[in-house]
């Protein structure tokens, strides 16, 4: 069942998320820094009238002008200038009867001022009001004049700001809120995509459905291989353990849980630190973990070209080395079956050819010599062997040896019982197979072509014995004929002895080789077919 695709990939939902976070963060933030603004403009500007009307009270031309020592035009002079310099609407100066003695528009003094707030301005104190007068709605603030000779107080200053001014103050100073909050907004959205197609890039361009995907892939891969599995990262701290490598690890002796662990502290195994510093893989090598013998492949894992750990595969060495005894049985089979084959093919192809010629008696005594030497040899055979398989094997042996003009016999002292199991059996095929394959390989351009195979059993161990006529051991191979990879006949060989003896030592013998009297050379194994004491 295929999985739905979002609406939405990932780089536009990273995208649309910073935006609407981003969208929200400014626009609580900008409502609260215009208010701030707006309250700390507002007293500001408060604070401002209240200066310069407490300023203007205190002045000596307002003084003299309501004391009648100044004329009314130089007061209304003094109260432009005063107005033009400040950037106030109105500087009003009025006497006890709230006539006014200046004002922004000439025809209005002389009049009453206008608001009615002004009240209280005339009973001594300052105040600032808001109030619609002559030039419209407007913030102002009074302050008694009060004469310095006396103490007696001879008039009033009203200072005002229209409204409309003020409130296009503070739309300016909303306008370049409103522009920082833009700016923020499209610079967030610019880092918020550049952002989401980093994360993009380095998730490989996938999504999060198929990252998790093919995590749990990986999981159930990882898992279900039959090769232990360990990774570490750049400093050796072990990240991925399966299930096969701790079941492996178990036997070995190793317990709990090894990710988060260093590797040389947990697994007592040389060689991924080589791996991860240099970048060289390290196929095929042999370990031994608590005496646990191991086959490993380690390689290093590259990002972006770096270095940034390494992965190691094992399997139990003594399973591999069972696997490719297996393979060699079952190669030994095949070969023996094909000979037989061929043999039988000769035999029909003869039988064929004297029918044809209508050689009756021939014929007749052809087929009655195959029949004698075949029940001569399978009864030779059967007599000695016990066992159906090992038989079978044996008599597919003794037709291919005759195909290739070499002359195989049993020793006279072979005796096998039936074995106990077919592991038994194909052991000993594995081994009597690679025996025999050795000594018809030393056979080639000998004078002298015979092969002598001795079975017999000694308690609960078979014995076994394989003599060749050929040219013998060479000189100061004896040691090293049983080393994986080592022959005498060339590059890609020496594995079937190698498997030979790997084979007679899983059932707790050895196998030993040494020169025949009269040339050629002798191969001798023993391997214990039931339960009982260690070879002596």
């Not at 007749?364 to 055979?381: F, H, N, P, S, T």
Request: aromatic share 6%; charged share 25%.
């Amino acid at each position: 069942m295929s999985r739905k695709r979002p609406i939405l990939r990932l780089r536009a939902r990273i995208t649309l998320l910073v935006a609407t976070v981003l969208a929200l963060v400014l626009v609580t933030t900008g409502f609260m820094v215009n208010w701030k603004i707006e309250r700390q403009t507002r007293e500001s500007l408060t604070e401002r009238l209240v200066l310069l009307s407490r300023a203007a009270a205190e002045s000596d031309a307002v003084i003299k002008g309501l004391s009648g020592q100044w004329p009314a035009a130089k007061l209304q002079a003094y109260a432009k200038r005063l107005r033009l310099d400040a950037k106030v609407d109105y500087i009003t100066v009025m006497d006890m009867n709230g006539i006014r003695l200046t004002h922004p528009t000439p025809a209005q003094v002389g009049a009453r001022f206008a608001g009615g707030d002004e009240a209280e301005v005339f009973k001594g104190r300052s105040y600032v009001s808001a109030a619609r007068g002559t030039l419209g709605l407007s913030l102002r603030a009074f302050t008694p004049v009060v004469d310095p000779e006396n103490g007696r107080q001879i008039g009033a200053v009203a200072v005002g700001l229209l409204v409309t001014e003020l409130d296009r103050t503070v739309l300016s100073l909303r306008k370049r809120v409103a522009l920082g909050v833009f700016i923020g907004f499209c610079a967030g959205i610019a880092g918020a995509m550049i952002v989401a197609g980093r994360i993009k890039q380095i998730l490989l361009g996938m999504e999060p459905a198929e990252i998790a995907t093919l995590l749990q892939q990986r999981s159930a891969l990882l898992q279900s291989v039959r090769e232990g599995v360990v990774a570490v990262d750049r400093d050796m701290t072990i990240t991925l353990v399966n299930e096969e490598a701790t079941r492996l690890f178990a036997l070995a002796g190793i317990h709990g849980d090894l990710v988060g662990r260093r590797h040389e502290e947990a697994i007592p195994v040389k060689g991924m630190r080589t791996v991860v510093e240099t970048g060289e893989p390290q196929y095929d090598q042999e370990g031994d973990i608590n005496g646990l013998k191991i086959l490993s492949n380690r390689v290093p894992v590259l990002v972006d070209g770096r270095i940034a750990g390494a992965v190691a595969t094992f399997r139990d060495k003594t399973e591999v080395s069972r696997l490719a005894e297996q393979l060699t049985g079952v190669r030994h089979f095949a070969d023996a079956l094909r000979a037989q084959t061929h043999e039988f093919m000769n035999k029909l192809h003869v039988i064929l050819g004297l029918v044809k010629l209508g050689e009756q008696e021939r014929l007749k005594a052809y087929v009655a010599g195959i029949a004698g030497r075949l029940d001569d040899e399978v009864g030779y055979v059967l007599q000695r062997v016990k066992d159906p398989v090992v038989a079978g094997f044996l008599l597919a042996r003794f037709a291919a040896a005759r195909e290739q003009a070499i002359l195989l016999t049993l020793d006279d002292a072979t005796s096998v019982p039936r074995c106990p199991g077919e592991s038994e059996a194909h052991d000993i095929v594995t081994i009597v197979g690679n025996l025999l394959e050795n000594a018809v390989e030393a056979l080639q351009g000998a004078p002298r072509r015979e092969i002598v195979l001795g079975l017999w059993q000694e308690e609960d161990w078979l014995r076994l014995r394989v003599e060749d006529s050929g040219p013998g051991l060479p000189e100061g191979s004896a040691e090293r004929l049983f080393e994986r990879g080592f022959s005498t006949k060339g590059d890609n060989r020496g594995f079937g002895l190698w498997h030979a003896a790997r084979t007679v030592e899983a059932r707790g013998g050895r196998l030993v080789a040494h020169a025949r009297e009269g040339g050629g050379a002798v191969f001798e194994a023993s391997i214990r077919l039931f339960p009982g004491e260690a070879f002596p």
